[in-house]
C-alpha cells in the first residue's frame, strides 16, 4: 500500500483524534529529520531515550502496510489505528529495549555489512543505485540514513534474541519422542478410500434419440464391467471406454479422506470389500462403475515423518516463552517515563493481556 506524505500527515492527525492523545501537555524534542517539524512531540521516555509521535506513526504505518490496509473513509481508518495501535505501541517499546540491549553490546552495523545489504537489494529488484534511494524515499518513507538505522535496529534485534534466547534454549530428539507420544493427535493422518471408476456418458437430448443413446450407453457400462469381471485390469478398461477425466490415470480417483465422500458413495462402499467392483451406477453424469482399490484406517504419522516439524513447532514456542520472560525482565529494569497517559494506558492494558494470555496458554 503506498503511503505518500499526505496520506501520512492525514494518519497523524486521524491518530491524535482516534486515540484520545492530546498534545498540549506533551514534552517536545527538536528534530534533525530531514523535511520534518522542529519539534517533535514525546509519547515516552525509554531509559531515557524518547519515543515520539512520529515513531509511533511510522511504527503504525508498517503495520499497516504488512496488513494491505486500505480504508475508504477516514471512520474506518480511526477504527483500525485504534485496534492495531496497542500491539503496535508494545512492540514498538520492546524493541526499542531490545536495541538498547544491543548497544549495551556493542553491536553496530558496519558500512560493509550496510552495502552488502544494499546491494542484495539492488540485484534481487534489478535496480540501480539511484533507483533504490527513490524506492526507499518512496515507499519506505525513510532517507538512506533512516532506512540504515531502520536495518542497524533490526540487526541489533536479532543479535540480542540469539545470545539472549537463542543460544540458551534447546529441543533433544529425547524430549521430541516424549511430545510425540503424550500428543499422538495432533499427527493422526484421516482415513482414507482410493476408488477407480468407469463413467459411460448418457445422452443430453430428449426423445427416441435420446432413449435409444442411453440404451447404447447402457450396453457398454455392462461390457465394460464384464471385461473387468472377466479378468481385465479396471485402470485398462477405463484408459479404454470411460469419458471420465479420469480415464488418463486409470480411472483412479484419491486417496480420498473418507468424510469427504458423499454419503451415497460411502452407501455403496458399505457392502463392498477392497478390491471389488461395485454394480452399474446411473448418476446425473451418465453410467459409473466403481472399484473400491483401496483404503487405509485413520493413524498417526510415523515419528520419523513429524520428527522435525516438532523440533521446529516446540523450539519456537519455547523461543516465544523465553522471549515473553526476557522482555519482561527488561521492562521491569527499565526507567519508562510516560508523557501520553492515554498511550501509557493503552500499553500497560496490552502487556497485562499479553501476560494473561502466556499464563493461559
Known amino acids: 500500500m503506498h503511503m505518500n506524505h499526505t496520506w501520512k500527515q492525514e494518519l497523524a492527525a486521524l491518530a491524535l483524534v482516534a486515540l484520545g492523545a492530546g498534545a498540549a501537555d506533551a514534552q517536545t524534542l527538536e528534530s534533525g529529520r530531514p523535511g520534518a517539524q522542529v519539534f517533535e512531540r514525546i509519547i515516552v521516555k525509554i531509559n531515557g531515550d524518547p519515543f515520539t509521535q512520529t515513531d509511533l506513526e511510522d511504527a503504525q504505518i508498517t503495520e499497516l502496510r504488512t496488513r494491505g490496509v486500505i480504508a475508504q473513509t477516514d471512520a474506518e481508518l480511526r477504527g483500525i489505528i485504534a485496534e492495531i495501535t496497542p500491539e503496535v505501541l508494545a512492540e514498538a517499546v520492546d524493541t526499542v529495549l531490545l536495541v538498547q540491549r544491543g548497544h549495551d553490546y556493542g553491536f553496530r552495523l ?35 540514513l533512516e532506512f540504515r538505522q531502520a536495518v542497524e535496529d533490526q540487526m541489533m534485534v536479532g543479535q540480542v534474541q540469539q545470545i539472549e534466547i537463542l543460544n540458551k534454549i534447546s529441543m533433544t530428539d529425547t524430549e521430541a519422542r516424549v511430545y ?3 500428543n499422538l493427535d495432533e499427527f493422526m493422518q484421516p482415513a482414507t478410500v482410493t476408488l477407480r471408476e468407469i463413467l459411460i456418458g448418457a445422452a443430453d437430448a430428449s426423445g427416441a434419440l435420446a432413449e435409444a443413446q442411453d440404451r447404447a450407453a447402457l450396453a457398454r457400462a455392462e461390457e465394460a464391467r464384464a471385461r473387468v469381471l472377466a479378468g481385465e485390469e479396471f485402470a485398462d478398461v477405463a484408459r479404454e471406454m470411460s469419458d471420465a477425466a479420469s480415464k488418463d490415470n486409470g480411472g483412479q480417483l484419491g486417496p480420498i479422506v473418507r468424510s469427504d465422500l458423499s454419503q451415497v458413495i460411502l452407501d455403496r462402499l458399505e457392502t463392498m470389500e477392497v478390491g471389488a467392483v461395485g454394480e452399474i451406477e446411473k448418476t446425473p453424469a451418465g453410467y459409473q462403475i466403481l472399484q473400491f482399490a483401496a483404503a487405509t484406517e485413520a493413524a498417526p504419522s510415523s515419528y520419523d515423518d513429524v520428527r522435525n516439524r516438532i523440533m521446529e513447532n516446540v523450539f519456537d514456542e519455547r523461543r516465544l516463552e523465553a522471549l515473553d520472560r526476557y522482555l519482561g525482565t527488561l521492562r521491569e529494569d527499565a526507567i519508562i517515563e510516560w508523557v501520553d497517559e492515554d498511550l501509557q494506558g493503552i500499553y500497560e492494558a496490552q502487556v497485562r493481556s499479553r501476560d494473561e494470555a502466556r499464563r493461559g496458554a
Open 180 to 182: 510425540y507420544d503424550d
Open 110 to 144: 558496519s558500512d560493509e555489512q550496510f552495502e552488502e545489504i544494499l546491494n542484495g537489494i539492488k540485484t534481487d529488484n534489478g535496480l540501480t543505485d539511484d533507483q533504490l534511494e527513490i524506492a526507499i524515499m518512496q515507499d519506505q518513507q525513510m532517507t538512506m
